[in-house]
């Protein structure tokens, strides 16, 4: 089974703060992901990575930047927290081998921003 | 385009059936995917179309049909525990980047 796993479940910072997420997977994929999901919004892509040191933006990648320096770790950065990326953080990952582009969702993370 | 539309809510009885429809602008589609989310966790895997048909597994089918950027998602013998929002989403070709639907959320009612 993929395992996907993210550092907190839930996270309160203030206003300001620099915040990192973190998210490993087990079973050696290739690409790797960060959404947010809010209410009414659905899921959205901040920021994703193909490679080790890669990365595309995604949808809404302003106030975030990602880090890829192992194949089994994405981190994502909030450089300055505002109130308006209080939200549910999503890290997925899938195969960059075959046709099926399955994505496996990590727990999640919850965050406040105060 | 990208857009992908799904009912917002849907509301059924236990031990019915119910339908989740899926509509998607079919540039660069790479299959269709569904996923079921409970309130407070993470999206899990439930099916993968790629091909126009139904694929059934369990009480959980899939359909496609490729021609009118059309799916659904059957639900039979509905549990409680169905009670859920059940996330479309759409694969592009060439990216592995999926793009979902905003989610039905299914009440499940005795």
């Known amino acids: 089974d993929v395992k996907v796993t993210q550092s907190s479940r839930y996270l309160v910072k203030r206003t300001g703060e620099k915040v990192f997420l973190e998210c490993v997977q087990d079973?050696?994929?290739?690409?790797m992901f960060w959404y947010r999901q809010d209410p009414g919004l659905g899921l959205r892509l901040i920021y994703f990575?193909?490679?080790?040191?890669?990365?595309e933006k995604g949808d809404i990648p302003e106030g975030y930047s990602v880090s890829r320096e192992k194949k089994e770790r994405f981190s994502l950065i909030l450089e300055s927290a505002s109130t308006n990326q209080t939200s549910m953080y999503l890290c997925?990952?899938?195969?960059?081998?075959?046709?099926?582009?399955?994505?496996?969702f990590g727990p999640g993370t919850r965050l406040t921003v105060l | 385009g990208q857009n992908i539309d799904q009912p917002t809510e849907m509301t059924a009885t236990e031990g019915a059936i119910v339908q989740i429809n899926c509509t998607y602008q079919?540039?660069?589609?790479?299959?269709l995917f569904w996923y079921q989310q409970h309130a407070g966790e993470a999206p899990t895997f439930l099916s993968y179309?790629?091909?126009?048909g139904l694929e059934e597994k369990g009480r959980f089918s899939s359909f496609l049909s490729r021609s009118k950027g059309y799916s659904y998602l059957l639900l039979k013998e509905l549990q409680m525990k169905d009670s859920a929002s059940y996330l479309c989403?759409?694969?592009?070709?060439?990216?592995?980047?999926?793009?979902f639907g905003q989610g039905t959320t299914l009440q499940v009612k005795p």
């Open positions: 990575s193909y490679d080790v040191k890669m990365k």
């Open positions: 997925a990952s899938s195969t960059a081998q075959g046709v099926e582009d399955t994505q496996y």
């Open positions: 079919t540039s660069g589609f790479n299959g």
């Open positions: 179309n790629v091909l126009d």
């Open positions: 989403a759409m694969g592009r070709v060439n990216t592995g980047k999926l793009i």
């Open positions: 079973m050696d994929h290739e690409n």
